[in-house]
């Protein structure tokens, strides 16, 4: 399976991928994260899993279960850790781990590396028994609500090692820090070539015309990413251009807050046709293929981000993408050559316009938004940093944090 990524992925990163994988080979690896459907973690491990299987790694990918109660809190820590007000009462915290002691007896803990992607399972590493533990963390705590990331940090910093997506997203922490951004598979289901067959089959399915230039956002349905501002960036851009827009998303199983803010985009969108709000099932991975490559322009006009994934997607299907300058964003859209910056509403108007009146530009943009990606954002990047990381903390007990670098 490796092998299939020669010829699109730099020849430099399955060298190196080569040789870590014959270092840990049969060494056990595992995963744990709090959904497998939805978002971009479960969008990684689904890929990353049977390659490192595949490589000739004992790979594994467990999912803690929690009540409804559970993930309203880790919600909450969740937007906590991003900046927003939230309370978390003793009681809350007392039911958060014992969540996790409950799946602690569920899950089978032995390996010998484990990465624990984000804050809902932190609390596992109280149950270590043996191997590096690594916190794997993907949202953005560079301001977090200092009294719930305070609690948090009893587990955080009992990890071998942390990794964060990007630099500044980052906290100091007594413990060794990496930075790895996400990636994407060029050969999965989400962003493999498609023929034009197949396209037009899904636009038709998903009833989206396709006489007119499709402005696209794929996303869940998020206040962070900003459904609501696409719709009115696109109302203004429509005075101008005839174009249609398409929602796309579905809420994530482990976010009680996607229902109420679909209603509200919905309630939004309600007098303006050409809006088409497209709620997807989990695992649509080859109609939000088809959809990201049917559209003109691609939008990611996050309020607060992640790495976001929808980013590389796009740019790897060669279309001009516009995001918000927030999160990760920022180092896959590099302004005016892979893609536009914006940090308004009107500012995310003016850029459609420019590329549905430019469609040269748009193409010059997508070419190298195309390049961008292959060389910095394609899977066999991050499983190579991955594997880096472990063999480099497989001797050390504490490193330096990378701020103090
Ligand atoms: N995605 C999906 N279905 C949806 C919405 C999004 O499969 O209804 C995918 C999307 O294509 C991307 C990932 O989920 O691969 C979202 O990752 P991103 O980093 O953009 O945002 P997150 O949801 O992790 O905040």
Same mark, same amino acid.
């Given at each position: 399976m490796i092998t299939?990524?020669?010829?699109?992925?730099? %020849?430099?990163?399955?060298?190196?991928?080569? $040789?870590?994988?014959?270092?840990? %080979?049969? $060494?056990?690896?595992?995963?744990?994260?709090?959904?497998?459907?939805?978002?971009?973690?479960?969008?990684?491990?689904?890929?990353?899993?049977?390659?490192?299987? @595949?490589?000739?790694? @004992?790979? $594994?990918?467990?999912?803690?279960?929690?009540?409804?109660?559970? *993930?309203?809190? +880790?919600? %909450?820590?969740?937007?906590? *850790?991003?900046?927003?007000?939230?309370?978390?009462? @003793?009681?809350?915290?007392?039911?958060?781990?014992?969540?996790?002691?409950?799946?602690?007896? $569920?899950?089978?803990?032995?390996?010998?590396?484990?990465?624990?992607?984000?804050?809902?399972?932190?609390?596992?590493?109280?149950?270590?028994? %043996?191997?590096?533990?690594?916190?794997?963390?993907?949202? @953005?705590?560079?301001?977090?609500?200092k009294e719930i990331y305070n609690h948090m940090e009893q587990y955080c910093e009992r990890y071998d090692a942390a990794i964060f997506s990007v630099a500044k997203f980052a906290q100091a922490m007594p413990i060794s820090e990496f930075?790895? +951004?996400?990636?994407?598979?060029?050969?999965?289901?989400?962003?493999k070539d498609l023929t034009k067959e197949e396209i037009e089959e899904t636009a038709e399915r998903l009833q989206i015309p396709l006489d007119r230039p499709i402005i696209l956002q794929v996303s869940r349905f998020d206040r962070f990413k900003d459904p609501v501002g696409v719709i009115k960036a696109y109302k203004i851009a429509k005075k101008y251009n005839d174009c249609i827009l398409v929602l796309a998303g579905s809420p994530a199983t482990d976010d009680p807050e996607g229902e109420v803010v679909l209603n509200e985009v919905k309630e939004y969108a309600a007098d303006t046709p050409d809006i088409h709000i497209l709620l997807l099932p989990a695992f649509s991975d080859k109609d939000i293929n088809a959809l990201q490559r049917m559209a003109t322009v691609i939008l990611q006009k996050s309020l607060k981000e992640g790495f976001g994934l929808t980013v590389s997607e796009a740019m790897w299907k060669r279309k001009p993408i516009i995001?918000?300058? +927030?999160?990760?964003?920022?180092?896959?859209?590099?302004?005016?050559?892979?893609?536009?910056?914006v940090h308004s509403i009107d500012g995310a108007a003016f850029r459609i316009r420019q590329l549905l009146s430019n469609p040269d530009m748009a193409k010059t943009i997508g070419e190298s938004g195309r390049e961008y990606v292959r060389k910095n954002f394609l899977i066999t990047r991050q499983i190579r940093d991955y594997l880096s990381v472990w063999y480099s903390i497989e001797d050390e007990n504490k490193g330096k944090s990378v701020l103090e670098l």
């Open positions: 299939q990524y020669s010829g699109i992925s730099p %020849k430099s990163d399955l060298l190196l991928l080569q $040789r870590l994988s014959e270092k840990l %080979k049969e $060494r056990s690896f595992l995963h744990i994260n709090s959904t497998r459907e939805g978002g971009g973690v479960a969008e990684i491990l689904q890929r990353m899993v049977p390659l490192l299987n @595949d490589m000739g790694l @004992d790979t $594994r990918w467990e999912i803690i279960e929690g009540d409804e109660r559970f *993930f309203d809190i +880790t919600k %909450k820590i969740h937007n906590a *850790f991003q900046g927003n007000l939230e309370t978390i009462t @003793d009681d809350m915290w007392h039911h958060f781990f014992e969540v996790n002691k409950r799946n602690a007896d $569920r899950l089978n803990l032995d390996a010998d590396a484990v990465l624990i992607h984000d804050p809902q399972p932190a609390p596992l590493i109280e149950f270590k028994k %043996k191997g590096k533990w690594i916190w794997r963390c993907h949202i @953005d705590v560079s301001r977090p609500i930075i790895i +951004t996400p990636s994407i598979d060029p050969l999965g289901e989400k962003n995001g918000g300058a +927030t999160g990760g964003i920022p180092l896959q859209i590099l302004h005016g050559v892979t893609g536009f910056l």
